[in-house]
T-cell receptor
Framework: SQQGEEDPQALSIQEGENATMNCSYKTSINNLQWYRQNSGRGLVHLILIRSNEREKHSGRLRVTLDTSKKSSSLLITASRAADTASYFCAASQKTSYDKVIFGPGTSLSVIP | NAGVMQNPRHLVRRRGQEARLRCSPMKGHSHVYWYRQLPEEGLKFMVYLQKENIIDESGMPKERFSAEFPKEGPSILRIQQVVRGDSAAYFC??????????????FGQGTRLTVV
């Protein structure tokens, strides 16, 4: 079963605006990761947030995690055209091993 | 320290042929995960392997697909008698022995399989 579910599926914003993507998951997790994928390319790891963390920053990225609601958000501030990509959350499930399950992704378009 | 290496990057097969996708994990990593990404979709978990062991193959189709991670050499994802629906990007990830509690899964660049 799918663990992460991103919302919205697609997002289109103007350059300079902020972009917020949300992710919900179903089971207890060890950590949650966000990845970016440019069209037809590989995955780029953006940020990892552990289950005991609530917020994490990296450059223009801000990730929050609410384990009570089983949700996470990724905020990209001051967006640029180069941020155009698909963004995936990936939850590392608490099972007998670290099973990483991806959501369907949010397709972000930043219009110059 | 080379990252996760997948080859080939692109693979074209005719229907009915076999496809072999290879994944060399990062140095020191003994866990390998395979994912499939259909066009315009997210990554779907297929199988998780440790050296010489399949730990979880719950995402792998029951027929035509198999995976191995031998003691020596890369992990292999094998698809027999490929069909058009197998066309996808296949990604491999690796993680260290201590798991993913404090680190991310490291992904390869993927193999894009096209079945014609």
């Amino acid at each position: 079963s799918q663990q992460g579910e991103e919302d919205p599926q697609a997002l289109s914003i103007q350059e300079g605006e902020n972009a917020t993507m949300n992710c919900s998951y179903k089971t207890s997790i060890n950590n949650l990761q966000w990845y970016r994928q440019n069209s037809g390319r590989g995955l780029v790891h953006l940020i990892l947030i552990r289950s005991n963390e609530r917020e994490k920053h990296s450059g223009r990225l801000r990730v929050t995690l609410d384990t009570s609601k089983k949700s996470s958000s990724l905020l990209i501030t001051a967006s640029r055209a180069a941020d155009t990509a698909s963004y995936f959350c990936a939850a590392s499930q608490k099972t007998s091993y670290d099973k990483v399950i991806f959501g369907p992704g949010t397709s972000l378009s930043v219009i110059p | 320290n080379a990252g996760v290496m997948q080859n080939p990057r692109h693979l074209v097969r005719r229907r009915g042929q076999e496809a072999r996708l290879r994944c060399s994990p990062m140095k020191g990593h003994s866990h390998v995960y395979w994912y499939r990404q259909l066009p315009e979709e997210g990554l779907k978990f297929m199988v998780y392997l440790q050296k010489e062991n399949i730990i979880d193959e719950s995402g792998m189709p029951k027929e035509r697909f198999s995976a191995e991670f031998p003691k020596e050499g890369p992990s292999i994802l094998r698809i027999q008698q490929v069909v058009r629906g197998d066309s996808a990007a296949y990604f491999c990830a690796s993680s260290p022995l201590e798991g993913l509690l404090n680190t991310e899964a490291f992904f390869g660049q993927g193999t894009r399989l096209t079945v014609v």
